[in-house]
Structure formats: C-alpha cells, structure tokens
C-alpha cells in the first residue's frame, strides 16, 4: 500500500504538469512511457482481481460473484468487469512469460487478451512445452504487431511450434468453431419501436452467411441514377426481396393451416381518401399510402372491411397480376420498368397504374412493373406512371426534381 501510495503521489504530480511546453520529442517518449506504467499497473490490478476471486471475497460481501462486486466496487460496466476477472484467470492459468511481459508493459491488456485466447484455443494434446513455445513467440510478435494484426498471426502458430501437429489441430479447431457457430445461430425480431422500427438481430455460421450474402449481394447493388440508399438500406431491401421472392414461388409450407401471407386491415374509406392507418397482423400500423403500394400485387392479400368491421373482401383474386396477365407484363416491361433500373422480373411486382381502390382495372393497360424500392418511389415521391402511345411505360419526375416534366423511360431491359 505504500508503494502504491508513492505511485499516486508520482502520477498526480505529472498530471499537474502542463504538457503544452514538452519537446515533441519528449511528448513522444512521455506517451510511450504512460503506456508502459498503465500496462504495468493492469498487470498489477489483474494479480488483485484473481485473488480477490480465488478468496471469494464477492460472498462475503454479499454480491452473487466477482463480476457483480466489482462492477459495484470499481463503477465499471459488468462487461468490463467479466473482461477482467476471465483475463486475470486465463493468466494465472497460462504460462509466466505471459504475465511477465505484461507486467513489463512489453504487451498491453488487449494483445495479453488475444495471446491467452490463442493458448487457451490450442488442442490439449500439444503438451505444456508447444504451449510454452508459442506464448513466447506471441509475446515476441506483441512487440511489433497491435491485437488484430497478433490474432491473424496466432491462427497458424502451431505451423511455427509444432508443424507436425499444425494440420490436423487446424482441422478440429475449424470444426469446433463450426459447430460453435452453428450452436450460436439465431434470428430475433424486436417488438415495434414507437418510430415503427423493428430490430433485427442475429448471428449465422460461416455456410449459412456465405448462402444469405450470395443471394443478397446481386440486389443490393445501387439500382440506378439516383438511388442514393446506404449500403445498409440496400441490403435491408435485398432481404426483404429475397423473402418477397420466396413467398412469389408458393412452395413454402403452410403457417397455421394458410400460405404463407401479409394480411393489412384497412377500412375501405381510408384505403379511398387515403385518409387513416391500416394494421398489420401483427398490430403493427401503416400510413394509407404504404398500404395502397403493398396492395398492388399478388402475394400481399389486403382485408377490406367496412365500417362495421364486416368483411368486404379478403384479397379479391380478380384483382392480382397473376398467370397469363403477369406473364404478359413480364414479356411487356422485362423487369423493372422505372428509368434506369436493372431489376429484373422475379423482384419486379405488378403495379396498378390507376389503383384498383380508385377504380382501376387489372389488365395490361393499366398495369406496369416495379421493383420494390421503385414500387415505393412511386407510391411516396410523387412521380406519375403512364402508357405511351407505343404501349411502353413512361415516368414523370414530381416538379421539385424536374420542372419540365420530361418523361423517362427504362432503356435497360429493351432497345425503345
């Protein structure tokens, strides 16, 4: 405690010190020299914290375990604290060296973290010696590589200090990672947030990613002059085509005796004056303009009631771009029909032109193809669809984008 005292006393006069007149050079050499002695100090708390848990201190204070004292004791966050009581045991269990070159401040936490977690991977039959080998090497590459550089070099260390091993130890570390990350997989929706968001979380095995970003990745590209979505957004908007297509081939199972469906309860005035919400299934709630463009296509079957709640109509079939009618769209437009866009057909939705709610009929006059983000352009932005005298679709720009209203056609899919 005297010691520590006089290391107080030390660090509280230099930080009293008005760094403004230092050299560069000795601003330089101070920085290198406070992170030697924070280093050095860590080893010092870490020695505390692992006898603080071997003595089972936590009990006797009446916490549950060490990591909840500590996040008490020390105000730090139980995720800190968990860090702390994992690496002081992960170094109190490894070979010396590790320790020492932390408490030299050689390593820094993060880098001691990432050797123990190298060792502690290694497969028991090396033996004390290769595990030996290969935290002086590590600690030797720590004087010259910062933790995520340390890492990538530790997945082959046993090439270095056991080649002879390397291979097949490489073999089962691979297959307990895959069946860790095939263990760990899931997919979370969050509840709606007030703003209408939903969270969506998960984690997928390596396989799996591989599977979800080649499908992906061929969509989630920018569709064309300006689309200014993020990365993030388009590859939000791949996913949901992707299950948009999914649901399209009517080859999933059944969900509770029916296809899989969106089902929007919307009452026929809202849906007319565009006036209200509309539900979905699951509570969630919609503006009458998103549920107008959900309502244009084939696998999203609106629930019109009446005033009462009566039923009017449970997606009218007379009303979808189905069979032959789609085909004659897709033979028409050859996907997304919106300038500049290379969508193609299967993440294309039929689109009423006049909507049906305002009258419109179902036919091929009246029809045209949308991919999904431009389904919602459309719907959002103000743009106006029509037919030239040539059968082709046309955009209209809204005036704030285009005050010449200069219609714009696709020229992707066809020569027009």
């Known amino acids: 405690m005297e010691v520590l005292a006089r290391v ?3 660090i509280s006069s230099c930080a009293d010190t008005s760094v403004w007149a230092l050299s560069e050079a000795d601003l330089l050499a101070a920085l290198d020299a406070v992170q030697v002695v924070e280093q050095r100090l860590a080893a010092v708390r870490l020695a505390l914290v692992r006898e603080v848990d071997g003595r089972a201190v936590a009990g006797g204070h009446g916490a549950s375990s060490t990591v909840v004292w500590l996040r008490d004791r020390l105000r730090v966050s139980a995720g800190a604290a968990r860090h702390q009581v994992d690496l002081a045991a992960a170094l109190e269990a490894g070979p010396v060296v590790v320790r020492q070159a932390l408490g030299r401040g050689v390593v820094t936490v993060e880098q001691a973290k990432v050797i123990t977690d190298i060792l502690g991977d290694l497969p028991a039959e090396v033996g004390a010696e290769v595990v030996d080998k290969a935290a002086g090497l590590l600690v030797d590459y720590a004087t010259r590589f910062e933790p995520k550089a340390l890492r990538q070099l530790g997945r082959r260390i046993l090439g270095h200090v056991a080649p002879e091993l390397a291979d097949e130890a490489e073999a089962a570390a691979l297959r307990r990672a895959e069946a860790r990350a095939h263990d760990r997989r899931h997919v979370t929706f969050s509840s709606p947030h007030a703003d209408g ?32 979505r993020s990365p993030g957004q388009r590859r939000a908007d791949a996913l949901t085509d992707v299950c948009r297509l999914a649901l399209h081939t009517g080859v999933l199972p059944d969900n509770g005796g029916d296809r899989p469906q969106v089902v929007v309860t919307v009452d026929l005035d809202t849906l007319r004056e565009r006036v209200g919400t509309a539900t979905l299934d699951g509570g969630e709630r919609l503006t009458p303009e998103t549920v107008r463009r959900v309502a244009c296509d084939a696998q999203v079957l609106p629930a019109v009631l009446d005033g009462a709640g009566q039923v009017l109509d449970l997606g009218r079939q007379r009303r979808l771009f189905t069979g032959p009618l789609r085909r004659a769209l897709v033979l028409r437009d050859g996907g997304c029909a919106f300038s500049g866009c290379d969508r193609p057909p299967r993440w294309s939705d039929g689109h009423h032109i006049v909507h049906w709610a305002d009258g419109g009929q179902t036919c091929l006059a009246n029809a045209v193809l949308l991919c999904r983000y431009h389904h919602r352009v459309v719907h959002h932005d103000g743009w106006q669809v029509r037919l030239a005298a040539d059968g082709l679709s046309e955009f209209l720009p809204p005036a704030w984008l285009d005050p010449t209203g200069q219609p714009r056609r696709n020229h992707y899919h066809r020569r027009c």
């Open 197 to 228: 968001q939903v969270r969506l979380t998960g984690r997928l095995d390596a396989e799996s990613a591989a599977v979800v970003r080649a499908a992906l990745d061929p969509i989630s590209g920018p569709s064309g002059l300006g689309d200014d």
């Open 8 to 10: 107080g006393e030390v």
